[in-house]
């Protein structure tokens, strides 16, 4: 796939951040748009500013991804509306902070239904579509913490971890089988958007100083610049995409390392104010 210019370009949680950035380089290249998120204001407002981008068509669906019955009906919508699909990126996620054994039954099955199954009911419903699109490409998006892992992120590192592994078999099947889709991986860094502010902390831990720590130390690329990055990396049909100098950098140091690397985050998280 060359360009995004006439093709149906799916995204879900593209309320915010990287999905909403990823749905305006969508419009700005002439892309048709479905656009889901649970948030019905945040749609809004991304569909608002992708018509002014100029996108010809934009199709906007209440989503909770984690809901496979919700998910199915956005696909069929989506396919009965369009004709066809053409990109997927499967962009919903949530973070949930604190040590594993701080946190909740709820709040485990919360996130792994947001950013684990939220993913496998996308591909899921939409891969079939991919594959009869001639050209289809699949973007699910992990997360740097989906390469190493650290502590207080236990959750939402598993999450990620099992993005990582359920998007490089797919793309193992769809190359065994000969299917024309291509399938990524994107791993980005840290990227200024709310996640750390809409996400869950364990009880007792300072909100307001872990979502100051996110913004103003970690959150060094903008979702604009992430977005570019993405979206070439799978017009590319690349398998792993890597976003931010920070990913690029903990990920090489970390496969230097060896599980040695563990060690290391751990004597420089210890030292964190937030903890």
């Known amino acids: 796939m060359r360009s995004v210019s006439d093709k149906v370009v799916v995204i879900s949680g ?15 290249g002439g892309g048709l748009l479905a656009l889901s998120d649970w948030n019905a204001e945040g749609l809004a407002e991304t569909v608002r500013l992708a018509e002014h ?4 068509k934009v199709r906007h669906d209440v989503v909770d991804v984690s809901s496979r019955s919700e998910m199915a009906a956005w696909a069929e919508g989506v396919v009965e509306e369009f004709g066809r699909v053409d990109l997927v990126v499967n962009n919903a996620g949530v973070t949930l902070t ?15 239904g947001v950013n684990f199954h939220g993913v496998v009911h996308g591909s899921k419903e939409f891969l079939p579509h991919l594959i009869a699109s001639g050209n289809g490409a699949l973007v699910n998006i992990s997360s740097l913490f989906g390469l190493v892992s650290v502590p207080g992120q236990s959750a ?8 990582r592994g359920l998007t490089e078999a797919i793309r193992e099947e769809m190359l065994v089988a000969g299917h024309p889709v291509t399938v990524t991986c994107v791993h980005p860094g840290g990227i200024r ?4 502010r ?9 909100g307001g100083a872990i979502d100051a720590l996110f913004e103003k130390k970690l959150a ?8 570019e990055v993405i979206l070439d990396g799978a017009l590319a049909g690349k398998a792993r995409v890597l976003v931010g100098i920070d990913a690029h950098v903990i990920h090489h140091l970390a ?5 040695r690397y563990q060690d290391v985050v751990a004597r420089v998280t210890s030292r964190m104010p937030i903890r």
């Open 156 to 163: 939402y590192n598993a999450t990620k971890y099992a993005v």
């Open 193 to 196: 958007t709310g996640i750390s």
């Open 53 to 56: 981008a100029g996108a010809t």
């Open 98 to 112: 604190g040590d594993f054994t701080e946190l909740t039954y709820d709040d485990l099955d919360w996130i792994v």
């Open 14 to 28: 593209a309320g915010s951040g990287i999905g909403r950035a990823l749905a305006l380089r969508a419009a700005r």
């Open 255 to 259: 496969k230097l390392a060896g599980s």
């Open 220 to 227: 060094r690329m903008s979702p604009d610049r992430a977005a």
């Open 198 to 206: 809409n996400g869950r902390k364990a009880a007792g831990l300072d």
